[in-house]
C-alpha cells in the first residue's frame, strides 16, 4: 500500500510540473484518473490527465511524453451541473477523480456535490437506470446482428452486454471502476460468457502473450497507415502502454487477465475506426492474415441460444445488485 500511495504521489506531482510548463489559458481544473485516481498506481501505471476548460468544444485525446512518462491527455469543456444529473453514469468516472490543479478553488466542492448526488437514491436510480438501457441495447443489437447474417458481431455485442452488467455490479456493489476488479467479478461468477476458459486455456505463458502483444501492434499500425493516425487509439505510444500493462501481469502470472486485456485493446481499436460497421465488414478490409489472426484473440460466432443465455446471464447480474 505505500508503495502505491508514493507512486501516486509521484504522478500527481508530475501531473502539476507538466501543466506548470503546458499551461493553458482557459483551464478550469484538472484532474487524474484511472489507477492514479484511485490511489492504486504502482510502477506499471500510466497518467491519466483529465482538464476542463471554459468554453464548449468536442474532447481531445492526445498522448503527450514529459520527462520519460506517457501522459494520456483528456481536453473538454467543463460540464454543468446539468449535464451531470441529466447522465450521471457518463461521469462516474468522477467518483475516482483526485484533483490535481483547482486554480479557482472551487472544482474540488463541486465535485463532492456531483459525487454526492451520484450517492443518493435519486442519482443511484437514474444511474442503474442509464446503464441497464445500455446493457439491453447491446442485446437488442446483438439479436439484430443475428439476424442479418452477421454472428461474430452478433457475439461481440451480446459480450459487451454481459461485460456491462459485470460493470454495473463492480459499480454499484463493488464500489469500483478497475479493469483488475471487473475481470474478478468476471472469473467469479462462473458463468459462461461463449468463451468459458477461453483466455485461461488460451494464455498459460508469456509466450502467448507476447505473440497477441505483437499482433495488436501490426494491427495498430496497419489502421494508422489507413486512417492516417488521425484517432487517439492508432497511436504508436498505445503499444508500449499495453505492454506496460501486459507486463505488470506476466509478472504476476496473470496470464488469462492479460489475455483479456488484449482482447479489449483489440475491440477498442475495432470500434475507434470502424464502429458503424459490422465486425465482419471492418476484418473484411483488413490484410488476410491479419483478420485470421485477429480473430483467435476469443472472438467468436454467436447463435439463438448463447444470446438467450447471455442475455439471461446478463438479467441475473442486474438483479443481483437490486
Known amino acids: 500500500m505505500e508503495q502505491s ?11 502539476r510540473e507538466f501543466l506548470d510548463e503546458w499551461p493553458l489559458a482557459s483551464l478550469v481544473c484538472a484532474y487524474a484518473g484511472g489507477s492514479v485516481g484511485r490511489g492504486e498506481a504502482d510502477a506499471y501505471s500510466d497518467l491519466d490527465l ?25 481536453v473538454q469543456a467543463a460540464p454543468t451541473d446539468e449535464e451531470v444529473y441529466e447522465n450521471p453514469w457518463a461521469w462516474r468516472y468522477l467518483k475516482e477523480a483526485k484533483v490535481v490543479l483547482d486554480p479557482e478553488d472551487c472544482f474540488t466542492s463541486w465535485m463532492n456535490d ?37 454472428p461474430y458481431s452478433a457475439y461481440l455485442a451480446a459480450w459487451a452486454g454481459w461485460i456491462g452488467a459485470h460493470q454495473m455490479s463492480a459499480f454499484f456493489q463493488g464500489h469500483s471502476l478497475s479493469d483488475a476488479q471487473l475481470y474478478q467479478l468476471v472469473q467469479k461468477t462462473g458463468r459462461s460468457d461463449g468463451m468459458e476458459g477461453f483466455f485461461q486455456e488460451t494464455y498459460q505463458r508469456n509466450e502467448e502473450v507476447q505473440d497477441a502483444l505483437m499482433l495488436l501492434a501490426d494491427y495498430r499500425a496497419h489502421l494508422r497507415s489507413k486512417y492516417e493516425g488521425t484517432q487517439f487509439a492508432l497511436a504508436v505510444e498505445n503499444d508500449w502502454l499495453v505492454k506496460k500493462k501486459a507486463q505488470r501481469l506476466q509478472e504476476r502470472n496473470q496470464f488469462d487477465m492479460a489475455g483479456f486485456l488484449l482482447f479489449s485493446e483489440a475491440i477498442w481499436l475495432y470500434h475507434s475506426v470502424d464502429s458503424d460497421e459490422w465486425l465482419e465488414n471492418h476484418w473484411a478490409d ?19 441460444q448463447l444470446l438467450s443465455d447471455l442475455r439471461y446471464a446478463s438479467a441475473e447480474i442486474i438483479a443481483e445488485i437490486g
Open 5 to 15: 500511495k508514493d507512486v501516486t504521489e509521484f504522478f500527481v506531482s508530475l501531473a
Open 50 to 74: 483529465h482538464i476542463f476548460v471554459e468554453g464548449e468544444g468536442d474532447p481531445s485525446f492526445e498522448n503527450r511524453l514529459f520527462r520519460g512518462h506517457v501522459i494520456q491527455l483528456q
Open 114 to 150: 456531483m459525487c454526492a448526488y451520484m450517492d443518493s437514491l435519486a442519482g443511484k436510480e437514474k444511474m442503474f437506470a442509464q446503464a441497464k438501457a445500455v446493457v439491453d441495447s447491446f442485446h437488442e443489437e446483438a439479436q439484430a446482428a443475428l439476424m442479418e447474417g452477421f
Open 286 to 304: 483488413l490484410p488476410a492474415k491479419l483478420s485470421l489472426s485477429l480473430q483467435k484473440l476469443g472472438f467468436f460466432q454467436a447463435d439463438e
